[in-house]
Each structure stands twice: as structure tokens, then as C-alpha cells.
């Protein structure tokens, strides 16, 4: 289901979906590459396969994705912020944004 303009506005840092809105995505590279698109300000994106999270509808490893900003505060200190994370089921071909 899609967001009314008047949402997606107000979703923030550019971010293309809301907290719990589950989508359909052909492929890791695609969502991937929606997220880059959005251009999120002083994003950095990690993906990493969860160990123990197995999607409910088939129990195939699913795939986090950490959408976060990272500042550097000092020389040897970084400040990192998680402002989204998404799970991804290659098999099922869904995505969830998490949080």
C-alpha cells in the first residue's frame, strides 16, 4: 500500500519508507539501490546476514540492512546514529523497514 504524498513528506532524512511498511523488492541490489537514490544526508548503508532472524513465512535467513550516519568526533572517534534498518528475504522477494 502506498503512502498519500502528504505522508512521505514528512518521513525523515529522506528515507523512502515508513517504520513497519513491508514492500516487495525483485532483489537485494534493488533496494539497495533505492536507498542510495534517496540520497539520505551523511548516510552510510551496512548490509549483513542475520545469524539467528528467519523470515516467518518460509524460515530462509533473512538479510539486515543498517541505514546509519556517521560523523567523525575526534581523531580515533567516530559518532554513528541508526536511523533506519530493514529486513530482507531473498526467497520471498519482501523487505520490511524494521525501524
Known amino acids: 500500500m502506498a503512502h498519500p504524498s502528504r505522508v512521505k513528506s514528512k518521513i525523515a532524512g529522506g528515507i523512502p519508507h515508513m517504520p513497519f511498511q513491508e514492500f516487495?523488492?525483485?532483489t537485494l541490489e534493488q533496494l539497495l539501490g533505492e536507498l542510495?537514490?534517496?540520497k539520505i544526508p551523511d548516510a552510510e548503508i551496512e548490509v549483513s546476514e542475520?545469524?539467528?532472524g528467519r523470515h516467518y513465512a518460509c524460515s530462509k535467513t533473512l538479510v539486515n540492512i543498517l541505514v546509519y550516519t556517521s560523523r567523525s568526533i575526534g581523531e580515533e572517534q567516530d559518532y554513528k546514529d541508526l536511523i533506519a534498518l530493514y529486513q530482507y528475504c531473498s526467497d520471498c522477494k519482501n523487505a520490511?523497514?524494521?525501524l
Open 24 to 26: 516487495t523488492a525483485s
Open 36 to 38: 542510495k537514490k534517496a
Open 50 to 52: 542475520s545469524e539467528d
Open 96 to 98: 520490511v523497514r524494521v
